[in-house]
């Protein structure tokens, strides 16, 4: 399987999840410190590290440690390639919208069109 | 927990798999038989059927059947949610890099402007 494709497996699957979403969400707005990061959440901090983990592992998030401070931020590239895929999907599905809806008009036109004893149809 | 939140979820969830992400590209171009939808992948059709039912549960697509024949179809509004809680993100995430780009040019300012004897901060 590409290396692109299973990228995105792990985006999505990483995704999947309302307190990874949230950390997400934190992150967007500047790097944050684990211990800020955990406060919200009403979960264990190994649990949490566990969220976090899998956010750095399909390149969502990055740290650094500083002393005993571990540091995260986010990481677009990943996100800005799943916000592609979906885009390309949306994209697709509204030229098909815009295709039917020519064919549509062109059936609505012929059907309402003046039949004249001029047409082709008719001379032939 | 919020429905939207769950939705999102199973979206995410959904997508985090490549043959399911093939049967939502295959969609965007049109409706679509089961059994066409199958042809590519090497894969049992009662497995097969289990990636289409997820991709069922969570809104993705609909099926109409008529007669033997399962049709499917895409259902954007899913996608659409998912894709737009990752703009937003990325839109945070822009907005913060243009706060610190800005940041960063008035420091540079400060730095480069030749102080004068009629700035307020030498009057004062």
Chains 1, 2 share one sequence.
Request: glycine share 2%; net charge neutral.
């Amino acid at each position: 399987m590409p290396k692109q494709f299973q990228q995105l497996d792990r985006v999505f699957q990483a995704l999947a999840d309302p307190t990874r979403r949230a950390v997400v969400e934190r992150l967007a707005n500047g790097p944050t410190a684990m211990s800020e990061l955990a406060r919200p959440f009403a979960m264990a901090l190994p649990s949490f590290a566990q969220h976090l983990d899998v956010l750095e592992a399909c390149g969502l998030v990055q740290s650094q440690k500083q002393g005993r401070v571990r540091t995260y931020r986010l990481a677009p590239e990943p996100l800005q390639d799943a916000e592609q895929w979906m885009a390309q999907q949306r994209a697709h599905w509204e030229r098909r919208l815009d295709q039917l809806d020519a064919y549509l008009n062109e059936l609505k036109e012929q059907h309402h069109e003046p039949r004249s004893p001029s047409t082709d149809r008719l001379e032939a």
